[in-house]
């Protein structure tokens, strides 16, 4: 079916990490929108997003590309984090080093041809809506040291441009904008020459910290791997830590930093450093999207924690950003307030957190793209007043939203029978696979070698589980 140019729209993806990555590949096989205008910008020299290594960044204030340290590997078994349309390849090891992310991602977009979309090297620095032409005009500026030599068909890059779209994918991610605690005292303790407090989005190795006193601020993965690494080199090494993980070697754990003295960090529990140099804070990062409040999509709604009852009293006005979360959105994707776009105009995919996030955001796709080509409808009453809670869709939560909402839009992308089980025991596989990777590459290859299809990786990940709890596992005892 060939549609009149009448009839044929332009969508915009702004970014290609993985959630503009698949966004794209989903609106390219779709019969509808395949035929319309299709456009990604990114700010990036590339695809992959923050996969993408920035192994030398800048110092602070300046903020590097990508958060992702020299050592960092998954913290979700790859068989489980991948899109489901397409599996890592064969004897990949099961927590895959950052660089075979990145070629992943990489080798996604070669087989479904999605870089000739894509104009590298343009950041979006405002949208609005334009009421008279029912349009996004969209201001994009060239980013100032990416090469784009190969970006522009034409060759021509001009420093700044204008676009109008009918419907925007919002797909930049949320590991770019750090969060740094305001800690009480800190000030005065930074007016000690030599003092620092840092966000580990800097972080890339554990070398500069030799023979320093050391706190690392966050108990997620990277609190976790940063915080063991540094303890190898540090005089000392302070983790705090709220969900109380066990201390390894030169490291001393703590619940909480209560406030910063004039001379030390001063602990929930009462102690006290005096000596340390610096503390790494591991603490997230913020949502912020600057085009969307540029052009007024999007209004700043900061507060202290999450929103008060006033901003959900107000939040049938217009979109509002807190740092923490984008209020009101309906199944964290589309605008859910009486705004001056329809709301099936403008969607987010990649929002919620602690969650498997490659599959999540294929399912999001799938359903925002059966709405932009009409086979699904947004409801007419899509927000009723709630106090917003965030994001976070941890555990269970991930797995009934994928469902949920794939029934909802008739989205045919199902949860793998075996994903929640691999989920619930993600750390018990993480630190089995460390314990192989500790007897060295012989090891791990008789693990891997020939492993491929999901049947055989889910019986690899079960036999170290069972292996875990001192069930005998055949597969795990002929390795």
């Not at 294929?362 to 086979?375: D, F, K, N, P």
Request: hydrophobic share 35%.
């Amino acid at each position: 079916m060939t549609l009149s140019s009448s009839s044929i729209k332009t969508v915009l993806v702004i970014g290609v990490g993985p959630a503009g990555l698949v966004a794209l590949k989903t609106v390219l096989e779709d019969s509808v929108t395949a035929q319309w205008n299709i456009i990604a910008l990114e700010r990036n020299d590339m695809v992959g997003g923050v996969w993408n290594a920035d192994p030398s960044p800048s110092l602070p204030p300046a903020l590097p590309r990508s958060p992702i340290y020299n050592s960092l590997t998954t913290n979700l078994p790859h068989p489980l984090m991948a899109f489901t349309s397409d599996p890592f390849p064969e004897s990949t090891p099961l927590f895959p080093h950052h660089t075979v992310v990145k070629q992943y991602l990489h080798n996604y977009a070669l087989k479904y041809h999605l870089a000739r979309h894509c104009r590298f090297g343009r950041e979006v620095v405002k949208m609005s809506w334009q009421e008279q032409h029912s349009r996004w005009r969209v201001t994009h500026q060239k980013v100032v040291g990416v090469d784009t030599a190969t970006a522009t068909p034409s060759g021509n890059e001009r420093d700044v441009e204008d676009l109008e779209a009918d419907y925007v994918l919002v797909c930049t991610g949320h590991y770019y904008q750090p969060h740094i605690p305001d800690f009480p005292g800190a000030q005065e303790w930074l007016s000690d020459q030599g003092r620092s407090i840092v966000h580990s989005i800097h972080y890339r190795t554990p070398l500069p910290y030799s023979q320093k006193t050391i706190v690392v601020v966050g108990a997620g993965p990277s609190g976790r791997d940063i915080s063991r690494e540094i303890a190898d080199v540090a005089k000392k090494t302070y983790w705090v830590a709220s969900r109380g993980p066990t201390p390894t070697g030169n490291l001393v754990v703590k619940q909480g930093i209560e406030r910063f003295g004039k001379t030390g960090v001063c602990f929930t529990d009462g102690s006290v450093a005096d000596d340390v140099n610096v503390v790494i804070c591991a603490t997230g990062y913020e949502y912020s999207f600057p085009f969307l409040l540029e052009g007024g999509a999007l209004k700043e709604g900061r507060v202290d924690g999450y929103p008060s009852k006033e901003l959900a009293a107000n939040a049938n006005q217009i979109l509002t950003c807190t740092g923490k979360l984008i209020h009101p959105l309906y199944r964290h994707m589309f605008p859910a307030v009486s705004t001056s776009f329809p709301p099936d105009r403008l969607c987010f995919l990649g929002l919620p957190s602690k969650v498997v996030p490659f599959p999540l955001i294929e399912t999001q796709a799938a359903c925002a793209v059966r709405v932009l080509a009409g086979r699904a409808k947004l409801p007419e009453v899509m927000y009723e007043g709630s106090l917003p809670c965030g994001h976070e869709l941890a555990d269970e939560k991930q797995f009934q939203y994928r469902e949920d909402i794939a029934q909802e839009f008739g989205a045919g992308v199902a949860v793998q029978p075996w994903a929640r089980r691999i989920y619930a025991n993600k750390e018990v596989l993480r630190e089995a696979w460390k314990s192989i990777e500790r007897k060295g590459p012989d090891h791990v290859k008789r693990w891997v070698d020939g492993v491929h299809g999901v049947d055989a990786w889910v019986e690899v990940m079960d036999g170290l589980i069972h292996a875990d709890q001192g069930q005998p596992c055949q597969f795990a005892t002929s390795q």
